[in-house]
């Protein structure tokens, strides 16, 4: 049993279960998961089989190089039926919203609320990415502030996290660092791992030397892989 068969398995369980009663959108929600995982496990493995197919196709070639015609991919000529997958590059948003490293607090705040976004990239002067600054890491100070807590040995090495979050007054010192982030090359597939491992609903997408060249949403990959997966079975 795969991963995605699991997780469905386990959802049928849960709203079958006796005397549960269900969260408000509960059953939407988990719709939409298994989708996601599923759409995920199935275009990642059509594509592991199709690198296998290329890899025999590339193996026979050099063992019999005068008897095999040259393959193209160009419209009308290809003798392959498959279709490249989808890249990030596609389905990212460009140009991307982010904020300097020295922005205040407040300003972040702002921000976020004016991008109407949970998440922002935090640049260098030279567009290199830093961090994430996220509506989490703003509620860890403003939790902290507004309770006026002072807890005691144990606790302050329980909540070190967020009370380190607390002093902090630019997005440089309020950010989770190291940013995880994709290439504009990589595959859909592969940035919808990262996104379903981490949580995250947003990923800065950088260029080979860090800087940042856009912004990919989950529902973009979802999507995307949704859309690859529909027209490979036709």
């Given amino acids: 049993m795969n991963d995605f068969e699991r997780f469905s ?15 408000p959108d509960e059953e939407r929600r988990e719709d939409l998961l ?22 025999v196709q590339n193996a026979e070639k050099a063992e019999t190089p005068e008897k095999t015609p040259a393959r193209t991919t160009q419209a009308g000529n290809s003798t392959d039926t498959h279709t490249e997958p989808p890249l990030v590059r596609e389905v990212m948003d460009v140009p991307a919203a982010s904020v300097r490293e020295d922005t205040p607090f407040l300003e972040v705040a702002r921000m976020l609320t004016r991008e109407d976004v949970g998440s922002l ?39 070190r996290r967020l009370h380190d979050k607390a002093r902090g007054e630019t997005a440089e010192t309020l950010m989770t660092s190291p940013a995880i982030t994709v ?4 595959t859909v597939a592969e940035a919808a791992w990262l996104v379903a491992l ?8 950088t260029d080979h030397s860090g800087r940042l060249v856009g912004v990919v949403h989950r529902n973009a990959l979802l999507n995307a892989l949704i859309r690859d997966e529909t027209q490979t079975g036709e």
Wanted: charged content about 25%; cysteine-free; aromatic content about 2%.
């Fill in 183 to 186: 290439y504009p090359r990589q």
């Fill in 9 to 23: 398995a386990g959802a049928e369980a849960r709203r079958a279960a006796p005397g549960r009663t269900p969260r």
């Fill in 121 to 159: 990239p935090v640049v260098d002067a030279e567009d290199h990415v830093l961090g994430v600054v996220s509506e989490s890491d703003l509620l860890a100070k403003a939790a902290v502030e507004a309770s006026g807590h002072h807890p005691g040995v144990l606790a302050r090495l329980r909540e």
């Fill in 198 to 205: 981490s949580r995250l609903k947003r990923l800065p997408v």
């Fill in 34 to 55: 298994t989708r996601y995982i599923g759409a995920v496990a199935s275009v990642s493995a059509k594509h592991a089989a199709v690198r296998l197919s290329a890899a």
